[in-house]
């Protein structure tokens, strides 16, 4: 994450310096509302650059328009987040942050009672994600449009962010996998992992697509099912990659 500015403080004091200046603009209804909701002001641009960002992409996505949707001055924006890949960076570290710190519980419980079961495991990594998706609350939607924006793009700030944010939650994710099934080699292990979010990022929005597909059998907006069914489908693979990589390892002994 783009540091910020060392001993800056969260809450803005009465005024920016530049709205203070004698001759400088008067401070409007929306930024003197602002001040007095300092953290009401900061998660509205958040939440407005988020659905900017995933509606419009980076590029698209301006600070006037994200400070129009929050209903803020545009001077709050630049208060809270020195550039608009600040902002960008910190609306992925929201999400991601969450997600990933309910990863890590949930893989130090289930390790702490010994090895987990494949399934156990598979739940533990892709529920958060997917339940994420389902919580329009949480960004639900727009979020999952942004993540699999930037996932599967190859710029410089795309790769940037997914080192920052998801690379070591995968890495510790695929060494688990390794140890619950000890035959997927490095290779197999990072496609299954790669494979599964693929899979879990494909569900992670309530589009409607599955009822529309299967005449109303699958049900996209039952939480529970899609974790279950992603859960199912991604074992089975992985199971797969593992005889594949014993197959090939066996050859190779021959």
């Given at each position: 994450m783009i540091n910020r500015i060392a001993g800056r403080s969260r809450d803005p004091p009465?005024?920016?310096?530049?709205?203070r200046c004698k001759g400088g603009p008067k401070l409007s209804k929306s930024l003197k509302k602002d001040v007095r909701n300092p953290q009401k002001a900061r998660v509205s641009i958040l939440d407005a650059a988020e659905r900017a960002f995933a509606e419009l992409g980076y590029g698209g996505?301006?600070?006037?328009?994200?400070?129009?949707?929050?209903?803020?001055?545009?001077?709050?924006?630049h208060y809270y987040f020195?550039?608009?890949?600040?902002?960008?960076?910190?609306?992925?570290?929201?999400?991601?942050?969450?997600?990933?710190a309910q990863r890590n519980d949930a893989l130090d419980r289930l390790f702490a009672e010994g090895v987990p079961t494949l399934e156990e495991l598979m739940e533990a990594l892709l529920r958060p994600t997917i339940?994420?998706?389902h919580d329009e609350s949480r960004g639900g939607s727009a979020f999952a449009?942004?993540?699999?924006?930037?996932?599967?793009?190859?710029d410089?700030?795309?790769?940037?962010?997914?080192?920052?944010?998801?690379?070591?939650?995968?890495?510790?994710?695929?060494?688990?996998m390794r140890q619950v099934l000890p035959e997927l080699d490095m290779a197999a292990a990072?496609?299954?992992?790669?494979?599964?979010?693929?899979?879990a990022l494909s569900v992670?929005?309530?589009?409607?697509?599955?009822?529309?597909?299967?005449?109303?059998?699958?049900?996209?907006?039952?939480?529970?099912?899609?974790?279950?069914?992603?859960?199912?489908?991604?074992?089975?693979?992985?199971?797969?990659?593992?005889?594949?990589?014993v197959n090939q390892f066996d050859e190779n002994v021959e």
């Open positions: 009465d005024a920016t310096p530049s709205l996505a301006s600070i006037r328009g994200i400070a129009r949707d929050a209903d803020v001055n545009q001077a709050m924006i020195q550039n608009k890949d600040q902002l960008f960076d910190e609306v992925i570290d929201r999400r991601a942050g969450a997600v990933n339940e994420m998706g449009r942004l993540v699999v924006s930037f996932s599967n793009s190859a410089e700030r795309s790769r940037n962010m997914a080192i920052e944010h998801y690379d070591p939650i995968a890495r510790r994710s695929i060494a688990a990072v496609r299954a992992y790669l494979f599964s979010i693929s899979v992670m929005a309530r589009t409607g697509r599955a009822a529309r597909l299967s005449g109303g059998l699958c049900n996209d907006t039952d939480t529970e099912e899609t974790v279950s069914t992603t859960v199912a489908f991604s074992c089975a693979g992985i199971r797969a990659l593992a005889k594949q990589a």
